[in-house]
């Protein structure tokens, strides 16, 4: 069943269905992660579901969004979403990421942004029995290599790509960041208590820039009142 609740305390609607994921902190952090200047064009947001991402940032910067989202039905809240809210710098593309040299020419967006599934597929896997949901969740219909192969195409040089994971896969990330020459500038580590191990790990990379990385931890939990600027003080 489909509902519209308030995100969060932006100021916006969201579309959402109560069968489906709903929006995450991994939304939400990641849209506050995003550093956006006066020289950024345009962006492009990977895996963008229901478009919590395209519409913070779409309401708050003169920017022009591209968002995609490979399944019909998450697409279909995002457009309904965009529409209620009226921003028209927000374009959704239903598609699969790993298909965007079909549509773009490389070296096209400033910023690209992505908050993907973050568990490999392999038989062994614990599949959601909704389809939606296991899309959502697993690297079912795009893996995290084909998301770093599309964003060194379709990124500038000297563009940025925010991504949000787990911990657990750090490791791989940065393999692969440093394989399409996508460097690490800033990593920030976020767990919810001081004695829990980060739970979440936000990175910006910069294409073909020089090496050097910032790295971070913040401890960010549920009962905080707003996440907006929740970033401001963090060394940039």
């Given at each position: 069943?489909?509902?519209?609740?308030?995100?969060?305390?932006?100021?916006?609607k969201i579309v959402q269905d109560k069968d489906y994921f709903?929006?995450?902190?991994?939304?939400?952090?990641?849209?506050?992660?995003?550093e956006i200047e006066k020289s950024d064009k345009r962006l492009l947001d990977l895996c963008s579901g229901n478009a919590p991402l395209p519409l913070i940032v779409g309401k708050n910067h003169n920017i022009e969004i591209t968002g995609v989202e490979v399944q019909k039905e998450i697409y279909d809240l995002a457009i309904k979403s965009i529409e209620i809210n009226?921003?028209?710098?927000?374009?959704?593309?239903n598609s699969n990421a790993k298909d965007l040299k079909n549509y773009f020419p490389g070296n096209n967006f400033d910023i690209i942004t992505?908050?993907?599934?973050?568990?490999?597929?392999?038989q062994t896997s614990l599949i959601?029995?909704?389809?939606?949901?296991?899309?959502?969740?697993?690297?079912?219909?795009?893996t995290l290599e084909e998301i770093f192969n599309v964003t060194k195409y379709l990124l500038k040089d000297n563009?940025?790509?925010?991504?949000?994971?787990?911990?657990?896969?750090?490791?791989?990330?940065i393999r692969l960041a440093n394989q399409y020459n996508l460097h690490p500038?800033?990593?920030?580590?976020?767990?919810?208590?001081?004695?829990?191990?980060?739970?979440?790990?936000?990175?910006k990379m910069v294409k073909n820039a020089q090496i050097?990385?910032?790295?971070?931890?913040?401890?960010?939990?549920?009962e905080i009142k707003t996440y907006q600027n929740i970033f401001k003080e963090v060394e940039t």
């Amino acid at each position: 069943m489909q509902v519209i609740n308030d995100l969060f305390d932006y100021g916006l609607k969201i579309v959402q269905d109560k069968d489906y994921f709903k929006f995450s902190l991994d939304s939400l952090l990641l849209s506050e992660f995003v550093e956006i200047e006066k020289s950024d064009k345009r962006l492009l947001d990977l895996c963008s579901g229901n478009a919590p991402l395209p519409l913070i940032v779409g309401k708050n910067h003169n920017i022009e969004i591209t968002g995609v989202e490979v399944q019909k039905e998450i697409y279909d809240l995002a457009i309904k979403s965009i529409e209620i809210n009226k921003l028209s710098n927000i374009h959704i593309l239903n598609s699969n990421a790993k298909d965007l040299k079909n549509y773009f020419p490389g070296n096209n967006f400033d910023i690209i942004t992505c908050n993907p599934p973050f568990f490999k597929y392999n038989q062994t896997s614990l599949i959601n029995e909704s389809k939606i949901k296991a899309i959502a969740r697993h690297e079912l219909t795009i893996t995290l290599e084909e998301i770093f192969n599309v964003t060194k195409y379709l990124l500038k040089d000297n563009g940025k790509f925010y991504l949000v994971h787990r911990p657990e896969r750090l490791e791989e990330i940065i393999r692969l960041a440093n394989q399409y020459n996508l460097h690490p500038k800033k990593i920030i580590f976020i767990s919810s208590n001081i004695e829990k191990p980060a739970h979440m790990v936000l990175l910006k990379m910069v294409k073909n820039a020089q090496i050097g990385v910032k790295v971070k931890s913040m401890i960010i939990n549920r009962e905080i009142k707003t996440y907006q600027n929740i970033f401001k003080e963090v060394e940039t």
